[in-house]
């Protein structure tokens, strides 16, 4: 298995008993004789999965006889526009939903069922997603290089576009499809001005053709600068009366060439990319202008919120709060914020952004990221569905208890019909398209929850992993253990207690406490950990930065006081003395130190329950993972002795007795991160 077929996997259903009861009701495909292509492709998906998973042909036509499986478009207040019903006829199953989306999605749900060992009896099944966009974020780029991208190059050939339409644009599709994700920006958030150009647009319209029968919608990262770039203007100030123009007629030629393109995605004043500050303009003066240039057309702005100033004395925490609460209010209703999930940058644990909840009259987009920058990138074994939940589940309190952020993002908190939720994507052209087999299990999560936040990150594990790995039942239990505990056990090597943004720098692979010099502060470590002879970790109470103030009472209460603050989040938020008993039972050395070991030998823990399922995996799969994992073990270990000898310069402590010292000296350590930052 070269893990190309993804989840998709319809391989014959082992169980003969289980084969019979779905053959009895799958003798047949009915849809009505008018069906567009949306509807044609949910029968042909229907038929695909049925086929190979029944071992029999299962034919597509009209309507008669008993044991078919019936796809109905019809009215239906209650499923919204994408959400299906699944239910058992006297003379059949029937799919109905109010849109063809909505039956393509019933339509991949019913195979779920079968393809995980559900059996047919009784069936009555509804859904609808609960945020509305549901979107990858590809951080492509024009020439095939993909930003962060650690699974081979990008999957858009641009030079061949539009004749060429590679065959894995549509498998792309399908997968999204399958999981409910509805929209795709092509192309990364520092983005080139040509795909605003004629020569440009034709190639995204062959592909928004491809995306188009799975209900997928494309949107385009936008320079902010095209105007001068690409349009000849002197200018791109958001009020200058030329400026608007021109967007409005790039937008209506966009239109024009793809009638149902999704809308912007922009990143302004962000990390050196222009912005509407460079003319004294602010953010909602720039949105607001592209929401006015896309005027009629349904489509929306997402408005990037990751923004930190150059030359900011302040604690990088608060920027884009500063920036943007201020704003609440002042953005045209095609407008979403996009907000990252944490204050900082995707780092493995990090507090809810201190933006949801706090931007009342703005729908907030969460921009998660699947794709391992902090993570690992495609070597460790990190299965995200834990950080994506813990982000949704956290309380903002900002109307009360239950004020979570997943009800900020579905819009239900705050009365929002616009909603949205972003994955930066970790696909590339590697044959199995995530490099590392079971970072494919983070694609299907982020859209499993973009559908339905309320689902535990256990069973999407469990499914994911019946549907493309095994379907052994020890195995199912052994793999998803493994999955389950792998980012805790990831935050445990690299940064355990809060500590964050220790990483190697400009690559972000690899630890590199001790790096004190970059182009600016807040890009080094040494600013994030504050370490010294007291202690450890970043006061952000009153008497520090005072970044909790920015959360409402109920949610920073918990953090603000180190005794009552969870060990997981402590050094984000205190300065904590090396002695200090901590709620653990043990000094913060001891249990820095202890953590940093117990994560490292938690990755043998990983490679053992790994050999446990090799008699149930695809052999050549499992040999991958199996060695990814050595690799992650040695990684492990690179990070466990760096930050410990390090902080022990600081803290002069020994290393507590049950644990056995690094035998290597950090000099040689340091080494080691200079290879890998080929600096
Ligand atoms: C950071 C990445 C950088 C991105 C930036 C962003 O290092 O490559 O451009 O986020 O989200 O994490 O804009």
Same mark, same amino acid.
């Given at each position: 298995?070269?893990?190309?077929?993804?989840?998709?996997?319809?391989?014959?259903?082992?169980?003969?008993?289980?084969?019979?009861?779905?053959?009895?009701?799958?003798?047949?495909?009915?849809?009505?004789?008018?069906?567009?292509?949306?509807?044609?492709?949910?029968?042909?998906?229907?038929?695909?999965?049925?086929?190979?998973?029944?071992?029999?042909?299962?034919?597509?036509?009209?309507?008669?006889?008993?044991?078919?499986?019936?796809?109905?478009?019809?009215?239906?207040?209650?499923?919204?526009?994408?959400?299906?019903?699944?239910?058992?006829?006297?003379?059949?199953?029937?799919?109905?939903?109010?849109?063809?989306?909505?039956?393509?999605?019933?339509?991949?749900?019913?195979?779920?069922?079968?393809?995980? &060992?559900?059996?047919?009896? +009784?069936?009555?099944?509804?859904?609808? %997603?609960?945020? #509305?966009?549901?979107?990858? !974020? =590809?951080? $492509?780029?024009?020439?095939?290089?993909?930003?962060?991208?650690?699974?081979?190059?990008?999957?858009?050939?641009?030079?061949?576009?539009?004749?060429?339409?590679?065959?894995?644009?549509?498998?792309?599709?399908?997968?999204?499809?399958?999981?409910?994700?509805?929209?795709?920006?092509?192309?990364?958030?520092?983005?080139?001005?040509?795909?605003?150009?004629?020569?440009?647009?034709?190639?995204?319209?062959?592909?928004?053709?491809?995306?188009?029968?799975?209900?997928?919608?494309?949107?385009?990262?936008?320079?902010?600068?095209?105007?001068?770039?690409?349009?000849?203007?002197?200018?791109?100030?958001?009020?200058?009366?030329?400026?608007?123009?021109?967007?409005?007629?790039?937008?209506?030629?966009?239109?024009?060439?793809?009638?149902?393109? &999704?809308?912007?995605?922009? +990143?302004?004043?962000?990390?050196?990319? %222009?912005?509407? #500050?460079?003319?004294?303009? !602010? =953010?909602? $003066?720039?949105?607001?202008?592209?929401?006015?240039?896309?005027?009629?057309?349904?489509?929306?702005?997402?408005?990037?919120?990751?923004?930190?100033?150059?030359?900011?004395?302040?604690?990088?925490?608060?920027?884009?709060?500063?920036?943007?609460?201020?704003?609440?209010?002042?953005?045209?209703?095609?407008?979403?914020?996009?907000?990252?999930?944490?204050?900082?940058?995707?780092?493995?644990?990090?507090?809810?952004?201190?933006?949801?909840?706090?931007?009342?009259?703005?729908?907030?987009?969460?921009?998660?990221?699947?794709?391992?920058?902090?993570?690992?990138?495609?070597?460790?074994?990190?299965?995200?569905?834990?950080?994506?939940?813990?982000?949704?589940?956290?309380?903002?309190?900002?109307?009360?208890?239950?004020?979570?952020?997943?009800?900020?993002?579905?819009?239900?908190?705050?009365?929002?019909?616009?909603?949205?939720?972003?994955?930066?994507?970790?696909?590339?052209? $590697?044959?199995?398209?995530?490099?590392?087999?079971?970072?494919?299990?983070?694609?299907?999560?982020?859209?499993?929850?973009?559908?339905?936040?309320?689902?535990?990150?256990?069973?999407?594990?469990?499914?994911?992993?019946?549907?493309?790995?095994?379907?052994?039942?020890?195995?199912?239990?052994?793999?998803?253990?493994?999955?389950?505990?792998?980012?805790?056990?990831?935050?445990?090597?690299?940064?355990?207690?809060?500590?964050?943004?220790?990483?190697?720098?400009?690559?972000?692979?690899?630890?590199?406490?001790?790096?004190?010099?970059?182009?600016?502060?807040?890009?080094?470590?040494?600013?994030?950990?504050?370490?010294?002879?007291?202690?450890?970790?970043?006061?952000?109470?009153?008497?520090?930065?005072?970044?909790?103030?920015?959360?409402?009472?109920?949610?920073?209460?918990?953090?603000?006081?180190?005794?009552?603050?969870?060990?997981?989040?402590?050094?984000?938020?205190?300065?904590?003395?090396?002695?200090?008993?901590?709620?653990?039972?043990?000094?913060?050395?001891?249990?820095?130190?202890?953590?940093?070991?117990?994560?490292?030998?938690?990755?043998?823990?990983?490679?053992?329950?790994?050999?446990?399922?090799?008699?149930?995996?695809?052999?050549?799969?499992?040999?991958?993972?199996?060695?990814?994992?050595?690799?992650?073990?040695?990684?492990?270990?690179?990070?466990?002795?760096?930050?410990?000898?390090?902080?022990?310069?600081?803290?002069?402590?020994?290393?507590?007795?049950?644990?056995?010292?690094?035998?290597?000296?950090?000099?040689?350590?340091?080494?080691?991160?200079?290879?890998?930052?080929?600096?």
């Amino acid at each position: 298995d070269d893990g190309y077929r993804l989840w998709l996997k319809y391989d014959l259903l082992p169980e003969g008993s289980a084969r019979k009861a779905w053959q009895a009701q799958a003798k047949g495909i009915s849809l009505d004789n008018n069906a567009g292509p949306t509807l044609q492709t949910a029968a042909s998906e229907l038929q695909l999965g049925l086929q190979g998973l029944l071992g029999r042909p299962v034919p597509v036509g009209a309507p008669g006889g008993k044991g078919r499986i019936r796809l109905r478009v019809a009215p239906d207040a209650t499923l919204g526009q994408e959400g299906y019903r699944i239910s058992a006829q006297k003379d059949g199953i029937e799919i109905t939903g109010p849109t063809d989306a909505a039956v393509l999605y019933g339509c991949f749900a019913l195979l779920r069922q079968v393809q995980t &060992g559900q059996l047919p009896d +009784k069936l009555s099944l509804s859904s609808q %997603p609960r945020i #509305q966009h549901r979107l990858l !974020n =590809h951080w $492509d780029n024009p020439n095939g290089t993909v930003e962060r991208g650690y699974a081979g190059s990008s999957i858009w050939k641009w030079q061949e576009l539009p004749e060429v339409l590679d065959p894995r644009y549509q498998d792309y599709a399908r997968a999204n499809a399958s999981i409910g994700i509805n929209g795709v920006v092509l192309n990364n958030v520092n983005a080139s001005a040509r795909y605003l150009t004629p020569e440009y647009l034709r190639k995204v319209a062959a592909l928004a053709g491809v995306m188009r029968p799975y209900g997928i919608r494309v949107y385009l990262s936008v320079f902010w600068a095209a105007p001068k770039v690409i349009g000849g203007l002197p200018t791109s100030d958001p009020l200058d009366p030329k400026v608007k123009q021109w967007w409005k007629a790039r937008t209506d030629e966009i239109y024009q060439t793809i009638p149902d393109f &999704g809308g912007f995605l922009v +990143k302004a004043n962000s990390e050196g990319e %222009p912005g509407p #500050q460079d003319y004294g303009r !602010n =953010h909602a $003066d720039g949105a607001n202008m592209l929401a006015q240039a896309l005027g009629t057309h349904d489509g929306i702005v997402m408005w990037r919120a990751f923004v930190y100033k150059a030359n900011s004395k302040g604690d990088r925490f608060k920027e884009a709060y500063e920036e943007f609460q201020p704003l609440d209010g002042k953005f045209d209703p095609k407008v979403l914020v996009q907000v990252k999930n944490g204050p900082i940058d995707f780092q493995a644990r990090e507090p809810f952004h201190p933006l949801f909840g706090a931007m009342p009259r703005t729908p907030l987009v969460l921009e998660v990221q699947l794709t391992q920058e902090y993570l690992g990138f495609a070597t460790h074994l990190v299965y995200l569905g834990p950080l994506i939940k813990e982000c949704l589940d956290s309380d903002t309190h900002s109307q009360g208890p239950g004020s979570t952020v997943a009800k900020v993002v579905d819009g239900t908190l705050e009365k929002h019909s616009l909603s949205g939720i972003a994955g930066v994507a970790n696909i590339g052209s $590697d044959r199995n398209w995530t490099g590392h087999p079971i970072g494919q299990s983070n694609w299907y999560a982020f859209g499993r929850l973009a559908w339905d936040h309320t689902l535990s990150s256990a069973s999407i594990a469990e499914e994911w992993t019946r549907m493309t790995l095994t379907r052994q039942p020890e195995a199912v239990a052994a793999v998803t253990d493994v999955l389950n505990k792998s980012r805790d056990i990831y935050v445990r090597y690299t940064t355990p207690l809060g500590l964050h943004h220790i990483m190697g720098q400009t690559l972000h692979y690899g630890p590199e406490p001790w790096l004190a010099k970059s182009d600016r502060p807040d890009w080094t470590s040494v600013y994030y950990h504050k370490a010294d002879s007291v202690g450890l970790g970043f006061n952000r109470t009153a008497s520090g930065s005072n970044a909790l103030s920015l959360y409402a009472p109920g949610a920073r209460q918990v953090w603000s006081n180190p005794a009552t603050c969870p060990p997981s989040y402590l050094l984000w938020f205190h300065h904590v003395g090396w002695g200090q008993q901590l709620s653990t039972g043990r000094s913060l050395w001891d249990e820095l130190t202890t953590r940093y070991y117990t994560g490292a030998d938690s990755v043998l823990w990983m490679q053992q329950r790994w050999e446990q399922v090799k008699p149930a995996l695809d052999a050549r799969l499992h040999a991958d993972v199996a060695a990814r994992l050595r690799i992650q073990h040695r990684e492990a270990l690179w990070w466990r002795d760096a930050c410990v000898l390090y902080f022990q310069t600081f803290s002069r402590r020994p290393i507590p007795q049950a644990l056995t010292p690094p035998t290597r000296p950090l000099a040689e350590i340091k080494q080691l991160v200079d290879l890998y930052q080929l600096r």
